[in-house]
């Protein structure tokens, strides 16, 4: 069933649109929520969460690509999840070393504060995206969007791991030189 | 900005280029999940108020992981588990240099709120005594001592909710699958005698454990005699009352509605310490929301205070904003005079005339309404 018609059924109260949901898009959501919280019930839970959420937020909300919606929810979700139990405490799985990495991105942004700036910073980060050949971009998401470890990276695009994390190194300095040019020291 | 921030930032990125760099090798769910979670769901949505009704079976969980604790050479002990590996050191000494046990851990599947009943042993082993019941708080969870004239202990667990407890189980000889009463358990035989025996009652969302030290204790039996008994008077009740006297008796004028005060726990100044607390407890049972207020005496690692320090005091009580150095979105507040911070979630104010901080935690409310709530505190005559 394509993304419209289930998108029209949460609509229309249709409780049928979360079934099709989970049919649909549950092990995608699965994967995203498993890689960030590393644990099997946990992970369950945050797309329980998320079928709650989406179901909440649609309408009015309208998401031109469900699967992309459904992908953002679960990943705030199991990082809101992750922040709150153990693995913040501990360290360990994939989201704490992700954060350590990007550590170095963030030396300029102390002072964001504004939600003005936020969303300046928002436009900044965007066009470092769209500048980005496709490979990096396509590795850096990979890594900080939907938390994938390197050996999954680099299987995925059938890359070496020294070179997944050579990719993520140049990008992430990259980001921070990026920043730094549009003022953001 | 911190990290964390950028993460969200990153979360924001373009549905194009997420979905570009998307095909995720996926992950297989253990089991087709959520059969009974979509029913919960569905529930939700069809606006059945009860959660408590036939649609929830199951409102606990017990897990178990392997754990091992490694012991470097320089007699420093690292743990480590599923979430966290430390290299194995080298050494030729002939002590064991890693320790492999089993962690307990009594997970809440549901979003409803629990009381904690007095639910214990009504049998006790020949020669054991009652020798210690702890509070009511944290909200959710009691620990019971029994102890003999020579010092053995029993030690009993009653767990709610989901409030991190976990218990650890070392020198395992054997791991048995028990029944109850019927409840599913587990029962760990241990090195030198010592057996744990811990169960949950799914549909009344309890988690039980019971502990001894001794092999000649029917641990079984007692596990078996768990029953509503009388309630219990937590063996420090009279420190809660002495450090009500000590640093008064705060509450809130003002709680959202659908609140009531749950729990009060405290202790008082010891001699030589500079530590004493009251912990109150605010809870919405029909929505399962919490609000925890704590105040308790403070001083500065120099010994001093001065007013412009409030902030100080007020900022170390808040984690987040002591995490990132003060670059989560935070505000100044004032409550009765006294000034403080306040994040999102969390506002904590101070008294350095009377070294005292306070502090009020929920994600459960609004930062408004907390607001309000802390603003409304004051000490009853």
Redesign the interface.
């Known amino acids: 069933m394509d993304d419209k018609t289930i998108v029209e059924l949460y609509f229309l ?1 249709n ?1 049928d649109a ?2 099709l949901t ?1 049919e649909k898009y ?3 959501c ?3 929520a ?2 960030i919280l ?4 946990d ?3 945050s ?2 969460d998320t ?2 959420a989406a ?1 909440n937020a649609i309408p009015p909300r309208r998401p ?2 469900l ?3 459904l ?2 929810l679960t ?2 979700i199991s ?1 809101d999840r992750w ?1 709150q139990r ?2 913040a405490k ?4 994939e989201v704490a070393v ?3 990495e ?2 170095e ?2 030396a300029g ?2 002072n ?2 504004l939600e003005y700036e ?1 969303k300046e ?2 436009k900044a ?2 066009r470092f ?1 769209k500048e980005l050949p ?1 490979a990096e ?6 890594r ?3 938390m ?1 470890s390197i050996e ?1 990276i680099a ?2 695009f059938g890359f070496s791991q020294s070179k997944v994390k050579m990719l993520l190194q140049r990008t992430r300095i990259k980001l921070r030189l990026r920043f730094e040019e549009e003022g953001y020291k | ?15 194009e ?14 089991k087709k ?2 059969g009974k ?2 029913l ?3 529930a ?3 606006a059945t108020a009860l959660l408590m009704g036939s649609a929830i079976t199951r409102l606990i ?1 017990l ?1 178990t992981e392997k754990i091992t604790v490694q012991m470097p050479s320089n007699g420093d002990e690292q743990l480590s ?5 430390t290299a194995a050191t080298e050494t030729t000494s002939s002590i064991p240099t890693a320790y492999e046990g089993e962690r307990i851990t009594f ?1 809440e ?1 549901h979003n409803v709120f629990i009381a904690l009943p007095n639910y214990y042993p009504q049998q006790i082993p020949d020669g054991y005594t009652m020798t210690f019941v702890s509070n009511d708080a944290p909200l959710q969870e009691r620990v019971i001592y029994y102890e003999n004239a020579a010092g053995h202990r029993i030690t009993y667990w009653l767990i709610v909710g989901n409030p ?1 407890t976990s218990i650890e189980i070392y020198g395992i000889e054997q791991k048995t699958g028990v029944k109850v009463n019927g409840l599913p358990g587990v029962l760990y035989d241990q090195r030198g005698g010592m057996r744990t025996l811990a169960w949950i009652d799914e549909k009344q969302g309890y988690g039980f454990a019971l502990r001894a030290e001794e092999d000649t204790v029917d641990l079984l039996a007692m596990a078996q005699s768990t029953a509503e008994g009388a309630p219990l008077k937590p063996t420090h009740s009279d420190k809660t009352l002495q450090a009500l006297a000590e640093l008064g008796d705060f509450s809130p004028g003002y709680l959202p509605e659908g609140f009531e005060e749950y729990a009060v726990a405290g202790y008082p100044l010891m001699e030589g310490s500079w530590y004493s607390y009251v912990r109150k407890w605010y809870v919405n049972r029909e929505e399962n929301k919490l609000i925890y207020f704590e105040y308790e005496t403070y001083k500065l690692p120099n010994g001093a205070w001065a007013g412009s320090e409030a902030k100080t005091a007020s900022a170390a009580f808040i984690p987040d904003y002591h995490r990132t150095n003060g ?1 989560v ?1 935070h505000k100044q507040i004032q409550v009765d005079g006294m000034l403080g911070l306040m994040t999102d979630r969390h506002a904590a104010w101070a008294d350095p005339e009377k070294d005292r901080v306070f502090h009020l935690y929920s994600k459960d409310v609004s930062p408004e309404e907390l607001l309000k709530v802390a603003q409304s505190i004051r000490e009853n005559p």
């Open positions: 109260r409780e979360i079934g989970e549950g092990p995608y699965y994967s995203i498993y890689n590393s644990n099997r019930e992970a369950q839970e797309v329980s079928y709650l179901w031109s690509v699967s992309a919606f992908g953002k990943r705030h990082i922040r153990t693995a501990r360290g360990g799985g992700a954060l350590e990007l550590s991105c963030v942004l102390q964001i504060e936020r910073l928002m980060y965007t995206l496709a971009r396509r590795v850096f998401l990979s900080y969007w939907y994938e999954a299987t995925k | 900005m911190n990290t964390y921030d950028l993460l969200e930032l990153i979360g924001d990125t373009p549905e280029y997420v979905l570009d760099a998307g095909g995720l090798g996926q992950q297989t769910p253990a999940p959520m979670k979509l919960l769901i569905a939700i949505v069809a969980a897990r588990g599923p979430e966290n590996t997970d599947v991190g670059q979105p």
